[in-house]
Nanobody, 127 residues
Framework: QVQLVESGGGLVQAGGSLRLSCAAAGRPFSYYAMGWFRQAPGKEREFVAAISWSGGSTFYTAAVKGRFTISRVNVKNTVYLQMNSLKPEDTAVYYC????????????????????WGQGTQVTVSS
């Protein structure tokens, strides 16, 4: 098992930036593909970004592509989500998720692909 703890959320004005972190504890982090999801009030949890366990493959939902960057530092057991040019519609609770995989280059986009989830961190973007 792996335990995930997100941090770095907060209140920011539109156009601002935040960097979310997700620290993992438990089994070796290197073999987990990681993802970020978000859930706004009254909406379903949606995919934001994903990264393979090698870090060599990434994927973003269209709404954040070019503004958000997912990255990871395996020796620190941490995955990051750098969020720039934030918009009010980015307001949500952001969750990181992990999936154990044998494939170094694969990422996963579906909630059902992930077995482990953090508790979430609130991001609020004011207009």
């Amino acid at each position: 098992q792996v335990q995930l703890v997100e941090s770095g959320g907060g209140l920011v004005q539109a156009g601002g930036s935040l960097r979310l972190s997700c620290a993992a504890a438990g089994r070796p982090f290197s073999y987990y593909a990681m993802g970020w999801f978000r859930q706004a009030p009254g909406k379903e949890r949606e995919f934001v970004a994903a990264i393979s366990w090698s870090g060599g493959s990434t994927f973003y939902t269209a709404a954040v592509k070019g503004r958000f960057t997912i990255s990871r530092v395996n020796v620190k057991n941490t995955v990051y989500l750098q969020m720039n040019s934030l918009k009010p519609e980015d307001t949500a609770v952001y969750y990181c998720a992990a999936r154990l995989t044998s494939y170094s280059g694969l990422y996963y986009r579906s909630r059902d692909d992930y077995a482990y989830w953090g508790q979430g961190t609130q991001v609020t973007v004011s207009s």
